[in-house]
């Protein structure tokens, strides 16, 4: 997200799409209209709904969708997207199909779309907006990057940052499902490069090797990275909550992870109360 984010949001005529709207629409000039096939005219939020996405990035310059349609509709909804030019497509659909993923997530890569999600609770910025189903009212404006595949997870940690008066720059929600567009790693980049950022917290759980990808890119990180893995007594085979939360081999778990960014130079704690307390010496250190 920066100054350029022009959003939209497919399904913005349902009782989700209108939330996110009310949502949005608070940051001025984030929201600049939806997509709803149909229902072309309406207004939502102050924001002039369209018939298909092609329409509403001619007339708006979107470059941003958030896309809250039923699963079955998911990817019809992103591929329209991408065919229109968006650059950055947010699901927060989810039960997606697991074979729908993987057509529109290979379609978004060769198209040069970024993908965050399916099942992803969305994006804030505390210098732009609130293009996710985060309170913000609970969030402060500071030098900590989140990145987190669990909504719940996120509220948890945001609320101790705030009773800490620890803030925030940017929390990226990526989504807890099997399959999903752009990874820790990625975003772990992104915050390097980024100068608003001066640390991250990366939240992970069982199931998949995301985290382990993180971890081997955040051996040459120059800034410091703080991680917690839920469901650390969860053995192989049981699934925790998320699509994509079943650890199928040792090196899913996530004792196995926690360990690994640990000894990739990882700051990390068995208890998210306990990291916290670590971010704040840190920062209070300085």
Do not use: W
Request: some cysteine; charged content about 25%; hydrophobic content about 40%.
């Amino acid at each position: 997200m920066d100054k350029s984010t022009r959003v939209i949001i497919q399904g913005i005529t349902g009782s989700v799409g209108r939330a996110f709207a009310e949502r949005v629409s608070q940051h001025k000039g984030l929201l600049v209209g939806g997509v709803t096939p149909g229902r072309q005219g309406e207004i939502v939020s102050g924001v002039h709904v369209y018939d298909n996405v092609e329409d509403s990035v001619r007339e708006t310059g979107a470059n941003f969708s958030l896309a809250v349609v039923p699963k079955e509709f998911v990817k019809e909804a992103v591929i329209e997207a991408v065919d229109a030019g968006i650059k950055t497509v947010v699901i927060y659909t989810e039960g997606v199909q697991v074979h729908d993923a993987l057509i529109f997530l290979e379609y978004a890569r060769i198209k040069g779309t970024r993908i965050i999600g399916p099942n992803a609770a969305g994006v804030l910025s505390t210098t732009i907006g609130n293009i996710s189903d985060i309170n913000d009212k609970i969030v402060k404006k500071g030098k900590i990057g989140v990145i987190s595949k669990s909504g719940t997870l996120t509220y948890e940690l945001l609320y101790l940052l705030y009773e800490r008066n620890l803030g925030v720059s940017t929390v990226v929600c990526l989504g807890g499902d099997i399959l999903i567009g752009t990874k820790p790693a990625e975003i772990l980049e992104l915050f390097d490069l980024d100068p608003e950022t001066e640390a991250v917290v990366m939240l992970g759980e069982p199931g998949g090797t995301d985290e382990l990808s993180a971890a081997d890119y955040l051996r040459n990180m120059k800034k410091p990275v703080y991680a917690y893995i839920s469901g650390l007594s969860v053995p192989v085979g049981v699934r925790m909550g998320h699509a994509g939360a079943l650890a199928g081999a040792e090196k899913e778990t996530s004792r196995y992870k926690l360990k690994y960014l640990e000894e990739s130079g990882a700051k990390v704690s068995r208890n998210i109360l306990d990291l916290v307390d670590i971010i704040f010496k840190d920062f209070h250190s300085k």
